[in-house]
Nanobody, 125 residues
Framework: VQLQASGGGLVQAGGSLRLSCAAS????????MGWFRQAPGKEREFAAT????????IYADSVKGRFTISRDNAKNTVYLQMNSLKPDDTAVYYC???????????????????WGQGTLVTVSS
């Protein structure tokens, strides 16, 4: 399984970006998908996740109302639409995938089996 994240870049505060994560593998529709981020000097943290069914999404409080996770199973791709970006959103963003896990584990990096290489998002003030 390979995950390829893209869409990062430099944006001014208040702007928007859409990240994409293309996955290989025939069982994408059975995977829970997540986005995590890691700012310089900080630990990797949870941003958003979507259940394999698409019926459940969870967001970190820091991004709730600004970020939207979605998936297109026909394209084996998960997206993260990021609006109203802030300098504090500056980080490397990673997509992650795992076969179905318990709800309680969806926001935990240790629950995810596969990781993409990351894409850098820089928000200037």
């Amino acid at each position: 399984v390979q995950l390829q994240a893209s869409g990062g870049g430099l944006v001014q505060a208040g702007g928007s970006l859409r990240l994409s994560c293309a996955a290989s593998g025939r069982t994408f529709r059975d995977w829970d998908m997540g986005w995590f981020r890691q700012a310089p000097g900080k630990e990797r943290e949870f941003a958003a996740t979507m259940r394999y069914s698409g019926g459940t999404t969870i967001y970190a409080d820091s991004v709730k109302g600004r970020f939207t996770i979605s998936r297109d199973n026909a394209k084996n791709t998960v997206y993260l639409q990021m609006n109203s970006l802030k300098p504090d959103d500056t980080a490397v963003y990673y997509c992650a995938a795992t076969p179905r896990v318990a709800y309680s584990g969806l926001a935990s990096p240790s629950s995810y089996k596969y990781w993409g290489q990351g894409t850098l998002v820089t928000v200037s003030s």
